[in-house]
Structure formats: structure tokens, C-alpha cells
């Protein structure tokens, strides 16, 4: 056991010396242009279903911010009767690890930290609450997707029954230069 977390580490070390400057500037060129899905205006709807069962439809605005290797999605979302909530994602690529870290915010008291990596049009971030959030869930995952007409968004807890689901298809209009 302990000689596999050794190899895993001597690899990933060997991975990341390997990057040569030219490799490393064809990645951010790579990621800057995946980040620019996310500058614009966005719309659309989507589901929040809830440990209990109970699902609530959602329809939200986001905008979203492009500067270099970071991106900021700030957004509302809302229901038909009740649930009104502000949302910010904050992100920043680092080309040296190629993975990607930032934050979660919601007006009702979610705050967690991301960290994952891009496959293709898919970001996978780890979604976990830090103390800072008034009803701490189990860790969860965020997927994040770039799409033809915007972005896709999917949280889904780890743990079956606790936490929370969510589902929001974004249509958007990208921001002229």
C-alpha cells in the first residue's frame, strides 16, 4: 500500500517536471480558450432536489467573467414560490498543476472550496463545505460543461440521502471583445 502512494507521488512528480515551457504556454492556450465559454450573459432552468425527495424547478440569470486563468459566474436563481438565492463560482486555472481551485458561494450559507480538473468540455470539481456554511452537507461533486448553445451545471452529493442534487441547463450569449 504504502509502495503505491509512492509510485503515485514519484509519477505525478515526474509528470510535472516533464512540462517543458512550450507544453505548459500550449495548455493555457488550451484552457483560455475553454474559459471564454463562460464570458456572457446566461439563462435557463433546471431542478433542485433535496435530501427528502422534495424537487423544486429552478430559473436562473448568471453572468459570467473571463480574465486570463480565472473565471467568475455570479447568478440568481429562483423558483415559482419560494426559494431565492445569489450564486457565485469563483475559478483560476494553474497551468504548473494543470488543475483548477477556487470557491462556492450561495446567499443562504453554502460556502465551499473546488478543486478538480478538466476532461474535454468537462470541468469535475470536489465541492466541499468549510465551517463557514450554515448547514454543512457531505462532500459533493461539480460538474461544470461547456455545451453548443452555453454551460451546464450538476452538483450530486456522495452520500445517498444527504445533500442536495442540482441540475441547471444555461443558455448564453457570449460578450462582445
Do not use: W
Not at 450559507?109 to 470541468?123: I, K, P, Q, S, Y
Request: with cysteine.
Amino acid at each position: 500500500m504504502k509502495h503505491d502512494h509512492m509510485l503515485k507521488a514519484l509519477t505525478v512528480m515526474l509528470a510535472t517536471t516533464a512540462m517543458t515551457p512550450a507544453s505548459a504556454q500550449q495548455a493555457m492556450i488550451d484552457e483560455a480558450s475553454f474559459l471564454q465559454a463562460f464570458e456572457g450573459h446566461f439563462t435557463g432552468t433546471g431542478t433542485l432536489e433535496n435530501a427528502g425527495g422534495s424537487s423544486h424547478k429552478l430559473s436562473c440569470k448568471f453572468d459570467g467573467d473571463q480574465q486570463g486563468s480565472r473565471v467568475t459566474l455570479s447568478g440568481h436563481c429562483s423558483t415559482a414560490l419560494v426559494l431565492s438565492t445569489t450564486v457565485k463560482i469563483d475559478l483560476r486555472y494553474d497551468p504548473r498543476t494543470q488543475r483548477y481551485d477556487g470557491e462556492f458561494r450561495e446567499s443562504k450559507g453554502t460556502v465551499a472550496n473546488l478543486a478538480g480538473a478538466r476532461r474535454g468540455d468537462n470541468l469535475a470539481l470536489s465541492f466541499r463545505e468549510t465551517a463557514e456554511s450554515v448547514r454543512p452537507s457531505p462532500p459533493a461533486t461539480l460538474t461544470i460543461s461547456r455545451h453548443a448553445e452555453g454551460l451546464a451545471l450538476a452538483l450530486r452529493a456522495s452520500q445517498p440521502g444527504q445533500g442536495q442534487n442540482l441540475d441547471l441547463r444555461l443558455s448564453g450569449k457570449q460578450r462582445s471583445p
